[in-house]
Antibody, heavy 118, light 111 residues
Framework: EAQLVESGGGLVEPGGSLRLSCAASGFTSGNYWIWWVRQAPGKGLVWVSDVSPDGSETKLADFVKGRFTISRDNAKNTVYLHMNSLRAEDTAVYYC???????????WGQGTLVTVSS | QSALTQPPSASGSPGQSVTISCTGTSSDVGGYNYVSWYQQHPGKAPKLIIYEVSKRPSGVPDRFSGSKSGNTASLTVSGLQAEDEADYYCNSYAGGNIFFVFGTGTTVTVL
């Protein structure tokens, strides 16, 4: 069964850093775009970033540019979201998802909670 | 880039139909046939139910259908069932430096 599992979330102080991981199993993640989407408590979904199958193309939402980067290690079937200069407004559940169809994602992880607070 | 506009809530009785709108601009919904819809139950990850405006992934019941006219996309759930009670989000490709944008979300209640 194809699935994604996120890890790396937790409590971090404002200005701190975290690295989220998205591990794929049951399929070769290197064949797919991977998205990161976040959802603040009680709020809606927000697209954050994505990366091409070979990692050569990455995109970031304006509100994280200069602070977050996305990368992947296809040998480990894992995609990463590197988050720096974290702010309180970055507090959210972060989901990774597989771009299994054109311009949409068909498999989602269970999410990992990031809390930015002092 | 602002989120696409959806009504906060919609409701219907079992067996009825409900339609949710998703309004954007000519730069996103109106400019591309890359609108998708996601269903999210409380505490769960979203699930893809419609992509490329009107295509259904395998396993999604044909009670779910999508369409688009101009800058507004729509999701119709026919023959409402109790398990359809959830939040629904649209998403559109927006190109340029925006890339992808989600809707504000609609909570569907089955009366």
């Amino acid at each position: 069964e194809a699935q994604l599992v996120e890890s790396g979330g937790g409590l971090v102080e404002p200005g701190g850093s975290l690295r989220l991981s998205c591990a794929a199993s049951g399929f070769t993640s290197g064949n797919y775009w991977i998205w990161w989407v976040r959802q603040a408590p009680g709020k809606g979904l927000v697209w954050v970033s994505d990366v091409s199958p070979d990692g050569s193309e990455t995109k970031l939402a304006d509100f994280v540019k200069g602070r977050f980067t996305i990368s992947r290690d296809n040998a480990k079937n894992t995609v990463y979201l590197h988050m720096n200069s974290l702010r309180a407004e970055d507090t959210a559940v972060y989901y990774c998802a597989r771009g299994g169809v054109y311009f949409a994602v068909d498999i989602w992880g269970q999410g990992t909670l990031v809390t930015v607070s002092s | 880039q602002s989120a696409l506009t959806q009504p906060p809530s919609a409701s219907g009785s079992p067996g009825q139909s409900v339609t949710i709108s998703c309004t954007g601009t000519s730069s996103d919904v109106g400019g591309y046939n890359y609108v998708s819809w996601y269903q999210q139950h409380p505490g769960k990850a979203p699930k893809l139910i419609i992509y490329e405006v009107s295509k259904r992934p395998s396993g999604v019941p044909d009670r779910f259908s999508g369409s688009k006219s101009g800058n507004t996309a729509s999701l119709t759930v026919s023959g409402l069932q109790a398990e359809d009670e959830a939040d629904y989000y649209c998403n559109s490709y927006a190109g340029g430096n925006i890339f992808f944008v989600f809707g504000t979300g609609t909570t569907v209640t089955v009366l």
